[in-house]
């Protein structure tokens, strides 16, 4: 059988390799700390969940969509006015299942084979993904403990600057747990104008920012929705991972052409989880920086239990994850997560599978409980690995 050279651009699924083998040591009997994948552990609201339950029971909702509601998009608007003072229209917003879908589809969309595209490195892996299935050229700008992993932007040539379509911006990031403040949005909104560059901002974790600093919406800038448009998602903020729910916000052209193309490969979100993203959009504002409160709790447990067992980890600023320097000389990030996981029954995700700047890292979700994470750090101290 012959497959797509389109396969050749991608490497080995990274997850699947670590669950091979926690699953053999498993069967062993051991038990394990799984810090690897950013599912959150919290439950969806009871809101949420009977808005599913009774849209399901409606035989109506189980046709095809074919487009977003007008009662959907319009809870997008107030949401978007509510909650980041940003005003928004109904051609500005479409939906997707989840970012990562979205993101993978973008750079078809806005790409032709060999365009330029500007990626953070570190990054999330389908920043990659969809850059490839595009058949575009990446250039990684870096994203660098002594910039506070914050885009470097004298850091990329003018040449290439001139030459790329789109960049994707992620702040809060995912892994390194950076946040950008006005300087950086501003600065980025400049180098697009300059450059005559689409910012592709994703914004999964604009609800889980630490330290009393507040979370928004690049739209919020001057300028930015003439050069921008947004990922926005409910997956985190709202414990809906399974679900798939993701907007792209933003110019009104790039919202066209990306819904045109879905528009090609599917019938529109199932209704019922349309419900789902109204009722979610809809959620007291308390219970969401309740739950935030519970993450800072996770990373107070981690960073600085590992710091006080000798790993010295950084407090990440958002996200809900922690970007950790490998504290082992000369050994690959995917050897340590591997000897973790043997010897400390901890699993966490390889630092190489985020782009060429993260090998000689680890990253860590924040998926267990305070006291399940300091249970993990006794373990990995009690190991020796960092001895």
Not at 59 to 80: F, G, H, I, S
Not at 168 to 173: C, F, G, K, M, Q
Not at 258 to 269: A, E, P, V, Y
Request: aromatic share 10%; proline share 6%; charged share 20%.
């Amino acid at each position: 059988m012959h497959f797509s050279s389109t396969l050749n651009r991608f490497g080995d699924e990274v997850f699947a390799a670590l669950n091979e083998r926690r699953i053999a040591l498993e069967k062993e009997g051991r038990t394990f700390y799984n810090l690897s994948i950013g599912t959150p552990d919290f439950v969806p609201s009871k809101r949420v969940r009977t808005a599913l339950a009774e849209a399901a029971q409606d035989p109506e909702n189980w046709k095809y969509a074919l487009r977003d509601t007008d009662e959907m998009l319009q809870a997008v608007c107030r949401y978007y006015e509510k909650r980041f003072s940003v005003s928004i229209t109904p051609d500005m917003i479409a939906s997707c299942y989840g970012s990562q879908e979205g993101i993978g589809h973008l750079g078809m969309t806005l790409c032709d084979p060999g365009d330029v595209v500007l990626l953070p490195s570190p990054c999330y892996p389908v920043f990659i993904a969809g850059a490839k299935m595009a058949g575009a050229q990446i250039h990684y700008y870096p994203l660098s403990p002594e910039k506070h992993f914050l885009p470097d932007l004298d850091a990329i040539p003018a040449d290439v600057a001139r030459a790329a379509r789109y960049m994707i911006v992620s702040l809060p990031s995912n892994p390194t747990g950076s946040v950008g403040d006005d300087a950086t949005y501003e600065g980025l909104i400049a180098f697009a104008k300059k450059y005559d560059i689409l910012l592709v901002h994703d914004n999964a974790y604009s609800d889980i920012i630490y330290d009393g600093i507040e979370g928004g919406s690049f739209l919020h800038y001057e300028g930015a929705r003439d050069v921008g448009v947004e990922f926005f998602s409910l997956s985190k903020s709202f414990n809906l991972t399974g679900a798939r729910i993701s907007f792209l916000i933003g110019r009104p052209d790039v919202v066209a052409a990306f819904r045109k193309l879905r528009s090609q490969i599917d019938f529109g979100m199932f209704l019922p989880l349309q419900k789902v993203a109204i009722a979610a959009l809809e959620t007291d504002r308390a219970e969401v920086q309740a739950q935030c409160a519970a993450y800072q709790a996770r990373r107070d447990a981690l960073c600085d239990g590992l710091t006080g067992i000798g790993w010295p980890v950084r407090r990440n600023q958002g996200s809900m994850f922690v970007w950790a320097k490998i504290p082992v000389a000369g050994m690959s990030s995917m050897d340590f997560c591997l000897a973790l996981m043997d010897r400390a029954g901890v699993i966490c995700t390889p630092g190489a599978s985020f782009g060429p700047a993260g090998e000689g890292y680890v990253r860590f979700a924040l998926v267990l409980p305070p006291d399940r994470i300091q249970e993990a750090v006794e373990q990995i101290r009690k190991s020796g690995i960092l001895a």
